[in-house]
């Protein structure tokens, strides 16, 4: 039972006793630097139920708490703010449940419960990732994990985009310019090329808006009627009328796209359970439509279109169907969740989309509300603002698009060329090395992007990313690397449970800390929120240090405080490890 638990149990009883009331929750905050105490107990909470001054209520749930249960040892009053003085032995017995804890905070879902699907990604088959990507992916994949060590089954997904006019461009660059060229012909990872045939038919079709307006074209009308364009709808109708040899260019391109995306996915350390494809999704929802026009929820236009008015619900009209019968995205988008819900035995639907898709979602989820399924109230659009680059920092295409293969090869370089400054790697083979650089500069790349909460936009700077001082990623790495020295250094038994020592402020407060982790992985999952991981494993390494730098772990004369110093930093070094997996981040056992 946790601290909060126990305290809560307790505060009822003294109200009880005390006042003759009966409240439903106690709330708790951490204690304030400034003050002694280990907990503090918020009484202006408890004003709703009890009357009164709240320091003198706070002194007198104080005094009944210090004489009635154990662990009180001592409690101040600030204004209406009980701060309880926790006994040492409490935090001793308690840390030695805890080391014999295995994975710690963390929850196994139970078969029958049902499951949340996220979804993330969503890329398009005419160009590699790029930057957005990025943080998308990291987001996506984090929170997924996040929400299974709460303790809830978990399905990753993606919807891959890879029909519609702008893939027509890249097939018919390719066919006009590619002279058969192939992933393996040119070296060139299969994402790549395609883009670089996207670019390609951008430039012919910027050629052709040109000598089409020195011929007396407007702009307007030279870039509806630009030859390479007109082709390029031609194709996507041929592609719909299902075209032989349009399907067969199609699903070679693709192709290629999807080995370059898997290779990218790979090096990004991230994974889907199941891809769904525009292609076989983009005409689900239309039948939707057709039944909510029947029940009246959709309402038709003398054109033919049909919309649904939102306006009592503070948003607009938003249109389901055009007037020639086909979908627009939100009908996919309908049919699509619908299709989820089919498919798998889910309860929530999170999607990882930026920020300026808003407004879509919440026309969305209303929609799928007023359709009255009931699962609609649990789809949440983890909404993510943009990452910026200092100029000059990172290659990009066309000087806008930032690669995701460059920025994360890039990264890895930026590590290798720090660790080799800092000559901290003797010993280590080529190989090793090489691994090595890898993880700190991804390690670096995810959790400078993930430290910062989701709404806000970042200024991503490489270099700092992977300072080894600081709230970064190659700091907590190198805390973890430490502890695991510590760890192959003790040539003694520390598994022995210990009790009757007398432990420091430094261990008193790193214990707090590891008490937290449970609780935090659950408000992360609560509020998909992996900066609430990130910033609890950085303050928990602050803690760590901090007790490594004034304490003798190894070199403790005290035999038992020696094996609880070592157990200390065992669990510390399984939380980095665990919090860091839930980031998606791998740890080093040496740095």
Same mark, same amino acid.
């Given at each position: ?36 105490? *280990?907990?503090? #107990? ?30 009180? /040892?001592?409690?101040?009053?600030? %204004? ?8 040492? @032995?409490?935090?001793? =017995? ?7 804890? *295995? @994975? ?19 890329? @398009?088959? !005419? ?9 998308? !992916? ?63 038919? &951008?430039?012919?079709?910027?050629? /052709? ?55 990218? +996915? ?13 292609? =076989? ?5 239309? *039948? ?29 009209? %938003? ?8 979908? $627009? ?9 619908? /299709?989820?819900?089919? &498919? ?14 808003? +407004? ?17 109230? @649990? ?21 806008? $698009? ?6 994360? &090869? ?10 080799? /400054? ?25 959790? +400078?992007?993930? %430290?910062? =909460? ?12 992977? =300072? ?66 990130? !910033? ?26 020696? #094996? ?7 669990? $510390? ?19």
């Amino acid at each position: 039972m946790s601290i909060q638990n126990t305290l809560t149990s307790a505060v009822k009883q003294a109200v009880s006793s005390i006042f003759d009331k009966e409240i439903t929750s106690v709330e708790f905050q951490a204690t304030k630097k400034d003050f002694e105490g *280990d907990i503090t #107990i918020v009484v202006f909470a408890l004003l709703r139920t009890i009357k009164g001054n709240p320091a003198a209520i706070g002194e007198q749930i104080g005094s009944y708490l210090k004489e009635n249960i154990a662990i009180v /040892e001592d409690f101040n009053v600030v %204004k209406g703010f009980l701060n309880l003085v926790i006994s040492e @032995n409490y935090f001793i =017995d308690d840390f030695q449940k805890i080391y014999t804890t *295995d @994975n710690y905070g963390i929850i196994v879902p139970k078969p029958e419960d049902k499951a949340v699907m996220v979804e993330y990604s969503s890329p @398009n088959t !005419n160009k590699p990732l790029h930057l957005g990507h990025v943080r998308n !992916n990291l987001l996506g994949f984090s929170v997924s994990k996040i929400i299974a060590g709460a303790g809830k089954k978990v399905y990753k997904t993606q919807i891959i985009n890879d029909r519609g006019i702008h893939i027509c461009k890249s097939m018919l660059a390719w066919e006009k310019f590619g002279n058969g060229e192939t992933p393996e012909s040119t070296g060139i990872k299969g994402d790549k090329l395609v883009g670089n045939y996207y670019v390609a038919f &951008d430039k012919a079709y910027k050629e /052709e808006i040109n000598e089409l307006i020195e011929k007396g074209y407007t702009e307007e009308d030279a870039k509806k009627q630009a030859p390479i364009l007109l082709e390029a709808q031609e194709m996507l109708l041929k592609w719909e009328a299902g075209d032989e040899h349009v399907i067969a260019l199609w699903k070679k391109m693709n192709k290629w796209v999807y080995d370059g995306f898997d290779a990218s +996915y790979k090096k990004m350390g991230v994974e889907f359970d199941k891809n769904y494809y525009e292609s =076989d999704t983009y005409i689900l929802g239309k *039948d939707v439509v057709a039944e909510g026009l029947k029940k009246g929820i959709f309402e038709q236009d003398p054109d033919g279109s049909v919309w649904i008015d939102l306006t009592d619900e503070g948003l607009d009209r %938003k249109i389901v169907q055009r007037s020639d019968g086909t979908s $627009v995205y939100i009908t996919q988008d309908i049919g699509t969740a619908i /299709e989820r819900f089919k &498919d798998y035995d889910i309860d929530s639907l999170t999607y990882t989309v930026g920020n300026e898709q808003d +407004y879509h979602f919440k026309v969305l989820f209303l929609i799928l509300k007023k359709l009255g399924f009931s699962w609609a109230d @649990n789809m949440y659009h983890l909404s993510y603002g943009m990452v910026d680059l200092p100029s000059g920092k990172m290659k990009s295409r066309e000087g806008t $698009v930032v690669d995701a293969d460059d920025l994360m &090869d890039e990264m890895t370089n930026t590590a290798r060329e720090i660790s080799q /400054e800092l000559g901290k790697l003797e010993g280590y083979s080529d190989a090793e090395k090489e691994a090595l650089y890898q993880v700190i500069g991804l390690g670096a790349l995810k959790y +400078y992007i993930l %430290k910062v =909460d989701p709404k806000k936009r970042i200024l991503f700077d490489p270099k700092e990313s992977i =300072d080894f001082n600081g709230n970064t990623g190659p700091f907590i790495q190198y805390t973890y690397a430490r502890i695991q020295s510590i760890l192959r250094k003790a040539s003694f038994d520390y598994t022995t449970p210990i009790s009757d020592i007398s432990i420091s402020e430094k261990e008193r407060a790193l214990i707090k800390q590891i008490q937290l982790y449970p609780e935090t992985v659950q408000l992360a999952s609560k509020n998909q929120s992996p900066a609430l991981i990130a !910033n609890y494993t950085y303050d928990l390494v602050k803690d760590y240090n901090s007790f490594y730098q004034s304490s003798y772990i190894l070199g403790c004369e005290d035999e038992k405080l020696k #094996i609880f110093r070592t157990q200390l930093s065992k669990k $510390v070094g399984e939380i980095i490890k665990s919090g860091f997996d839930l980031l998606g981040i791998d740890v080093p056992e040496r740095m």
